[in-house]
């Protein structure tokens, strides 16, 4: 399936086949490839709670408004992200880069972020928002059905998997086999509506 066709095939779909299991193998290699996405300064926000323990995401769908897709699913992936990431492990992050790169990219990161907590803020959710999109679109290329999820209680579902000071949970997506075909697509605004040039 082409980039194309994925995105044309995506759909939130809420009820799966709780029998139908996805191999570890192939999470990671979903992950991996989120890993990839588009990140401000290389900062990798992201982390990516894959919630195996059956107890716990049953706990996790009452938090979640009792959604079945949260159980039913075969993986449940709570996307978070870092708020204060910036700060943390910059150098390692710039590793393979020349000296003189990683020097100038690591003492930018600091000046463009230090003491702008919105701006920490916003720049975390929108990492953890491509990573999302990335995970989701490869998974339909390798034939799963998945949906992207923020249809929960926030302070309850961070109890419950330890959320560490300054992250968030972005959203969780899961991922499986639907079971029921999504509802029609509810419309889409004409192009010309939403397609500006140069200003509006």
């Known amino acids: 399936m082409n980039t194309t066709e994925a995105i044309q095939k995506r759909r939130s779909i809420r009820h799966y086949d709780p029998a139908f299991n996805i191999s570890e193998k192939d999470i990671r290699e979903l992950i991996a490839l989120a890993m990839l996405s588009a990140t401000s300064y290389n900062i990798q926000h992201w982390k990516f709670v894959v919630i195996t323990d059956p107890k716990l995401r049953e706990a996790i769908r009452a938090a979640s408004f009792d959604q079945s897709q949260v159980t039913d699913a075969s993986s ?21 880069a020349p000296k003189e790169v ?31 999109q990335t995970l989701v679109l490869s998974a339909i290329s390798k034939g799963y059905e998945t949906g992207i999820m923020i249809g929960f209680e926030p302070e309850k579902v961070a109890k419950l998997i ?36 140069d200003r509006f």
């Open 76 to 96: 449940l992936i709570l996307v978070c992200t870092d708020i204060k990431a910036w700060e943390k492990d910059m150098p390692r992050k710039w590793k393979d």
């Open 102 to 132: 990683s020097d100038f990219m690591v003492a930018r990161s600091k000046v463009f972020y230090e003491s702008k907590d919105q701006l920490q803020r916003d720049e975390a959710i929108r990492s953890a928002s491509f990573a999302a």
């Open 162 to 197: 330890n959320l560490p000071n300054n992250f968030i949970i972005s959203n969780f997506v899961v991922i499986g086999k639907g079971i029921e075909e999504p509802f029609l697509r509810g419309g889409q605004l004409p192009i010309e509506e939403v397609l500006i040039k």
